[in-house]
């Protein structure tokens, strides 16, 4: 597995903190109340794509860097 790229859409969080919830080391809330992402450290990819799945908002993208794979979300649900 290659460099894996986590990012939050601000148009799309509403910043209910369960990503926090799932994953307290990875994200955090910025000023404005929405996730940010403050660290992969060596979370696996599996973990970063459920706690993805999680999100109410479908916020969350995961992408490998190294081929340029979006791993969620899925092309299906257009985002
Ligand atoms: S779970 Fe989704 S909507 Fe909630 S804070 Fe995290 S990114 Fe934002």
Known sequence: MGNIKVTVNHNRCVGSQLCMHFLP???DLDGN???IVCGLDDTDV???VQTAEQCPQCAIKVEDESTGE???PPAELGM
Do not use: E
Request: glycine share 8%; net charge negative.
């Open 46 to 48: 599996t973990t970063l």
């Open 33 to 35: 109340g929405q996730a």
């Open 25 to 27: 080391d990875v994200f």
């Open 70 to 72: 979006v791993l969620f």
